[in-house]
């Protein structure tokens, strides 16, 4: 009996700890989509005050002692998941003080307001302070949660359970060594007259599409939303209640289309988590590569595919018949393979994206070890622009500051887009031999044949066990660039027709 | 140094409790204008367990101290009606088991549920379970927060401080007498063409008019938004972050000038606490009766009358020119003034509005003290319609399911709106001797010289005194309804041409 209600202590904590997250998802959507402009600061007290009571709960003493005897007494398979799971956020969170969490905290909210601020003035100066102080605290974070001499290390784990900056930085070396020669053979090859230019394209129309392309993929608008933010992303409060924003400009579809396609893979996943795991730590990802791996997947593997466009194209022509009438499908579907040099992580082609990614996870390495002052990072951004890609940012605002990842202190996000990338070909490897009518399917807009398949591979197996042995049961091998670089070739290849070959 | 920093920690406490208010006015905003369908039962968890949090941390020992010592120690004025404000709260609290708090939050989400599909449905009976279940709580609430005799006391108290039952039904019988007299005399005296029967009035362009509206009043849209709901009500998450509804009706413009010239006088009120106050709870209303008096002033004694609309109408001829440009100002303002004996409460003018008032206050009385079962409800709602206006509802939609208030549990809220009239009328008749230019600035569109009177008279004293004491202040006299109904006699005077005297 003693057993049995130290049990439902602890899974009534767990069903509290879950719903205060998803109000933080609450919080955090409303602030990037509805917010008054003069609510900021008092949005910051509201999201400091929460997640410090977050940390009290989870970290309160009883909770370690109805862990340590559910974990002796725990049978049921997802059980002893979900309880893996908690004790490792507990464990992480015990060792940072609640001082530290809120100063972390308000650090964010002045952070997005820095960030914005030197955005408007163009220039990265009045984004420093803030930047500084987030790097300091963050510092503080990795070593209160300890590390094997790698703060990257302990940071990274948040996104990437399990990952390290010893196992990251080889797989992004080798992508690098591939890419660069790649990028170097399709520069400019698919080069033509831009559909898209001088048009305009009705954002009311823009809209009503993409809230069509949601139903087409099958994201339930009953059990979500999508709203328009600066900013696209995916947040809400429960798999019930997943919220996505996409960006519409008036000039081209393209972000819209592709924003609402990417977001839309992260919402399937959400709403796909099995009902017995809402409330509890086994209704998410196991790691952000994961997570990313389903918005890339749908929103390149499968967006900028041939056969999805035989299927939807004709359907953008009848919303946009001014514009696109007379651009046949083989020009708009060169349109948005292009691959070029281009200052704009998300606005990157599939070739050059994770380079941009590189570049900022070497410079986030070189932050975090102190091999690089933040006074000195816009520079060093610019100089790695030259490097890598062969550009130089116009302004900060096309360099150092155009994401926001670090504003909000993120550092660690970005390796899980490649990662995501990575996994994304894997799995759709795995589809087609799984799926052999996937194509077919897919080019009589019949997307619920690949959806289905990830919402049993993926979805429905929340977190019940690492990202790379979920991908590792599914593809029978674990992260590998292989099957990414061999789609690039075979893309590439039937869009240019030329052989690609590169150093990998 | 002790008392200092028990000080301190308390006003931190007070500080979090206020950001914990304001994330559940977040999530009650959200659930009426945004959350997805499927949502609701999440959303009710997420609810439940944020006040339950928030119960725990205002009724906490440790809090009970520091504020014995706050009340020896404090001095300034500020400081001691802070602490008696918050005594009161967690007095009330302390009461109150836990549990209690819990089962009366998940039983607000099923009443609201329940109240849906009765609405659906059209009867009652769906409701009914839900409703009964509510009335329990409310009265095991009254019983444990204490009471002499009387339940409804208990619960009154919550939204009118201070207020007692045998204080308020005199007011309210004194009321009905002089009221139903004047309903026999003007019920019908201002009929005529309806100038709305049979128009159109495109939603878009009445949307972008109540905007302006809010700017003409002077509500701070950075500070504030304005979103549709079908059921308009205010809501937000602190000064800076007030949030308004409104309902639009193609059509009628009615509902949504009225709606939101109403919900407007409830945010001026929000958004006028003072900024030393925020975050702590004299940035609030003494009363829902004086909440109500702000919102019925704008909509009502305003809104509705001549001076506002000389200058508001040629707008609105201009924004529905089809619709309006050939009704004269004199047969607009002959409608939107009609009296007439009417179903729905938020639709009623306001001769009848008080009947509608004084009947559910009956009805919920009853309820309480056992004197009626919830399966007679309806036809004492009824029966109690036929007797104080004359009119039989069609259906239970029309009739006892009109309302959000009981589906929510909220017993004793309903007489402040009665309470806010009566203020109102007070409180505008002192502006009228302060400001010898209020109408001449009305009829100039100038509504700053008596929003500014109100803020600097209402808006900015929060909570520091009672509601009664704060009219008498200003008023000379406490509650009154001398000048409500001479408001009323001269405006129906002017109006129909006739000497109107009551039997008061």
């Known amino acids: 009996m003693q057993t049995s209600s130290q049990l439902d ?3 009534a904590r767990i069903h509290e700890l879950k719903d205060l997250g998803g109000i933080i998802g609450l919080l955090n959507w409303d602030q990037e989509t509805y917010l008054p402009d003069k609510a900021g600061p008092a949005r910051a007290a509201q999201l400091s005050t929460l997640q410090g009571l977050y940390h009290q709960r989870l970290v309160a003493p009883e909770v370690g002692e109805w862990l340590e005897l559910a974990e002796r007494e725990a049978a049921a398979a997802d059980d002893r998941s979900m309880l893996r799971v908690f004790r490792h ?15 972390l905290a308000e650090a964010q909210s002045d952070g997005l307001a820095g960030w914005r601020e030197a955005r408007a003035a163009r220039r990265f100066a009045p984004f420093q302070p803030a930047l500084e102080r987030l790097l300091a605290l963050r510092r503080e974070q990795a070593d209160a949660i300890g590390h094997g001499g790698e703060r990257y290390d302990a940071l ?5 359970p399990g990952m390290t900056t010893a196992r990251l930085l080889p797989v992004l070396e080798r992508l690098r060594a591939s890419l660069v020669p790649l990028v170097e053979r399709l520069d400019g090859t698919l080069d033509g007259a ?9 954002p009311e129309v823009q809209w009503r599409f993409t809230v069509e392309l949601l139903g087409l993929l099958g994201f339930d608008l009953q059990a979500g939303r999508q709203d328009r933010s600066i900013h696209p992303f995916t947040g809400g409060t429960h798999p019930t209640d997943v919220r996505l924003t996409t960006r519409i400009d008036a000039a081209n579809p ?14 399937l996943y959400e709403q796909g988590f099995l009902p017995e795991h809402h409330r509890t730590p086994l209704a998410a990802a196991p790691s952000m ?46 349109a948005i393979n292009r691959v070029r040099r281009s200052p704009i992580r998300v606005e990157a082609d599939e070739v050059t994206y994770n380079l941009h990614i590189v570049l900022r996870t070497t410079l986030e390495l070189r932050l975090l070890r102190g091999d690089l002052a933040v006074a000195d990072l816009p520079e060093a951004w610019n100089a790695a622009m030259v490097a890598t890609l062969g550009i130089r940012p116009r302004d900060d605002v096309e360099g150092v500051l155009q994401d926001i990842h670090w504003a909000w202190g993120e550092l660690g996000y970005f390796p899980t887009y490649s990662l ?11 589809a ?35 990202a790379e042995d979920r991908v590792r049961t599914i593809t029978g091998q674990g992260l590998t660039d292989a099957d990414f670089l061999e789609y690039l070739r075979a893309k590439y290849r039937a869009l240019t027709g030329r052989v690609l070959t590169t150093s990998s």
Chains 1, 2 share one sequence.
């Not at 507990?90 to 100063?103: G, I, M, N, S, Y």
């Not at 990274?156 to 990437?160: N, S």
């Open 89 to 103: 956020e507990r464990d992480r969170a015990v060792k940072v003080p609640e001082r530290l969490v809120r100063a």
């Open 156 to 160: 990274l784990d948040h996104y990437e």
């Open 194 to 202: 831009d559909p898209f230019a001088g048009q305009t394209f009705d």
């Open 254 to 267: 393209c972000p819209a289309l592709f924003g609402t396609l990417h977001e839309c893979g992260h919402g």
């Open 9 to 11: 202590a602890l899974r």
């Open 420 to 430: 995501g990338n990575l996994y994304a070909a894997s799995l759709l490897h795995a």
């Open 432 to 466: 087609e031999r799984a799926l052999p009518a996937l194509w077919s399917d897919v080019e009589r807009g019949q997307l619920g044949t690949l959806r289905e398949w990830l919402r049993r591979e993926v979805h429905q197996q929340g977190f019940r066990t690492s």
């Open 289 to 334: 590569g994961l997570h990313e791996s389903q918005s890339r997947l749908w929103e390149n593997l499968i967006g900028r595919s041939l056969p999805f466009w035989r299927f939807l194209y004709p359907r953008l022509q009848a919303a946009f018949p001014a514009a696109l009438g007379r651009v046949p499908l083989e020009s708009f579907h060169r």
